[in-house]
């Protein structure tokens, strides 16, 4: 199934479940394209669209089981399970991330940090002891992660990421500013605030600034 | 021309802007989709495809001119410019945008900010006051930015943004996890690295992990 839905469609997919989860907690049993479009500011169409890939969820006329279609979309993204999360650069954005609560309230709970600087390595935060980064082979075999946050400079990270992909880990969230590669098999994805920027400027050079 | 060109191209501009960079500083004049598309994991065609919205730059059979082709992107993208920033919500988050240096290296320079807390406002961080939020609107009206960055929790966050839309800022950066909504003629971008997360943990449950 992986291979059949585009990568625009499942990233949309965990903000339908967000939405549902929101209207499940509000008591509401059924909603239409069109409304749970207009939370999202997706077209009703674009959600029909997205949704056909998972089987039928909707009535002609009536809209989506609001529970119905908020578990399937729960088994299909793996929301329903404990993620093991490792940071990788535990400077001021990565101790961000380790003590961000959102993380943990969604399933992803961190548990393992790793730094390169004497300095960091040894310190706990949040309950997770900081390693030296050459330990990481070894943890990552003692303690395997599913995912591994990188926080390291962009210097490093392409290094950082080959020692996770090389350790078994599957799923990489790169916040260093560099298009990271890694062997198939091994999602990347990246987070950079000034390329979101860079593409929101597009839009306001443009004479309109619409959409 | 903004209206024509799909969001998920305009995404992919500042990574191709990102990658020119780095090949024109080590002296490559031209460079081929296949390696540019290497560089980034997007297939050659998709490149030429994508560029294609902007006229004729490459040569078949040859590659790109990679200055022309950057500089042809910087001004499409606005890059050459420089933007107003302010950060409205100076927690943990607010002050490490605040006090990420990757910023004004490409042109966003932070001009204001704003925190809800008596204890935060009245405190400068790298030179920018932290105002209290009521002064929200006499600022901008005062000294207009261009973006604004949303790190206030999820709860305030659809406010700020309609404050911020009524103030006259025409793109927003929402780290707050919630789908924000914004009148016609602001840009709204969402940062959440759950929500990116969540659509890896798409990948990683499936059998082969492979996309």
Known sequence: ???????????????????????????????SSQRLGGELEVTPAQIRKDLS????????????DVDGLLERLRAILGLDRRWRVCVVGVGRLGQAVLEYEGFARQGFHMTAAFDASAAVAGRTIRG??????????????????DIAVVTVPAAAAQEVVDRLAAGGVRAILNYAPISAHAPPGV????????????????HLKAPDGDR
């Open 1 to 31: 199934m992986s291979d059949d839905i585009p990568e625009v469609v499942v990233n949309r997919l965990p903000l339908y479940a967000r939405a549902l989860t929101r209207l499940a907690a509000a008591g509401e049993r059924v909603v």
């Open 53 to 64: 890939y998972f089987g039928r969820f909707g009535t002609q006329g009536r809209g989506y």
């Open 128 to 145: 997770v002891a900081v390693r030296a980064m050459d330990e990481l082979e070894a943890s990552l075999a003692r303690e395997p992660v």
């Open 187 to 202: 999602v990347v994805r990246q987070i950079d605030p000034v390329v979101t920027m860079q593409a929101m400027t597009y």
